[in-house]
């Protein structure tokens, strides 16, 4: 049996605008289940979810690994598409309450599993961590909050040198070249409200800057790249094909922008096999290694570039060049002392915990994800 295709991407992320999470994107409320695992730091809850993802790989099916932007080796999530089936992280800051009790949703509180009174020991300093994380955190998302303010300055410069009319015929060009692929079927196409599916591609994370798009553009056969260094142009760019698509009757996958979340920076149309991404500060893509990839299209935004504009600002934009990696640079190493001070809280939990009780709790449960796998598909 062929082992099954590994999805990667971030739930939610440490962004301008503090923690922003995409968590309902996960899966659809009307899934088979929902296993919302509850508990604190360093009581299993990855783990259990990593070894059932695992499992269901092995097994064949498509798994989807949702990270941590806040810890590299952590999930918050594993969504198994084809059986409606997903194990979430429920808690802090992603909190998951149940919509459908019972019917979908269920809580596996690992709480049951620990010792309460080794842990009331550690309470005092349970709590002076915790607090210590959370103004961690904190002094991030403001370096985040300075950054934005230096790209919004960034942006205005490109704003006034950009010919948007010329911006607006790429965007033309694309929709019309992607919507030449659509099978002209009305009838088919409208039958159904389209879906559209929103998370992260790339985050800051206590390691830097990461992105799963290898994983994520994987088996795609046309990707349109939009270059340039008017980014935030960019963003506009692929939103607008987003949305566009969208009203074409299109199913899409619209991935957010690590930095400020309502960007957009790529959007996947799964049916046609079909990508828009941009240049993404920050991230080294090798496009010429994604594999079944058969056909670039580059789209330079700088085309529509007004250098004489450019060069009344130059040392503006230099300046804010210089800025804004310092900036987000900062806002990285607060996240990276937050995992410590989060590492240093987890050492409280774990010699409380009872993992050889956890683990027969995982395997029940992947015992019963199986019988889901075999009601559903044939």
Request: proline letters at 4%; one cysteine or more; glycine letters at 8%.
């Amino acid at each position: 049996m062929a082992k099954g295709k590994l999805k990667k991407v971030f739930p939610g992320g440490n962004t301008c605008r503090g923690f922003f999470s995409y968590y309902d994107h996960i899966i659809e409320p009307n899934a088979t289940r929902i296993f919302s695992l509850k508990g604190g730091p360093g009581v299993g809850k990855s783990t259990f979810m990593r070894y059932i993802g695992e499992k269901m790989l092995d097994l064949g099916y498509d798994v989807e690994y949702h990270c941590c932007s806040s810890d590299n080796g952590s999930l918050d999530g594993v969504c198994i598409p084809a059986i409606g089936v997903a194990l979430l992280d429920g808690t802090s800051p992603h909190i998951v309450d149940p919509k459908n009790p019972g019917a979908v949703d269920e809580i596996i509180h690992l709480g049951d599993f620990w010792n309460e009174d080794k842990i009331v020991e550690n309470k005092a300093l349970i709590l002076k961590s915790n607090a210590r994380v959370g103004k961690l955190f904190k002094i991030a998302y403001n370096q985040l909050a300075e950054a934005k303010a230096i790209r919004n300055e960034l942006d205005s410069y490109y704003a006034e040198a950009i010919n948007m009319g010329g911006v607006n015929g790429i965007i033309h060009s694309i929709a019309e070249d992607i919507l030449e692929d659509v099978v002209e079927d009305d009838k088919l196409q409208f039958a159904k409200e389209p879906k559209d599916r929103h998370l992260f591609s790339t985050a800051f994370t206590p390691q830097g800057q990461a992105h799963y798009l290898d994983t994520i553009l994987h088996g795609l056969e046309k990707l349109y790249f939009i270059t340039g260094d008017a980014s935030t142009i960019g963003s506009e760019v692929v939103g607008t094909i987003a949305r566009a698509m969208h009203m074409h009757g299109m199913d899409t996958e619209v991935y957010h922008c690590a930095f400020e979340p309502t960007a957009v920076d790529v959007v996947v149309v799964p049916e046609l096999k079909i990508a828009v991404l941009k240049n993404i500060p920050g991230i080294d893509l090798k496009i010429q290694d994604l594999p079944g990839l058969k056909k670039v299209k580059i789209k330079d935004l700088n085309q529509h570039l007004d250098p004489d504009v450019l060069a009344v600002y130059g040392k503006e934009i230099q300046c804010c060049n210089e800025r804004l990696p310092s900036a987000i640079g900062r806002a990285i190493s607060y996240i990276a002392a937050a995992k410590a001070e989060h590492d240093v809280m987890e050492q409280y939990y774990v010699p409380a915990m009872d993992f050889e009780a956890i683990n027969a709790k995982r395997d029940e449960i992947l015992e019963r994800i199986l019988k889901y796998s075999k009601k559903l598909l044939p």
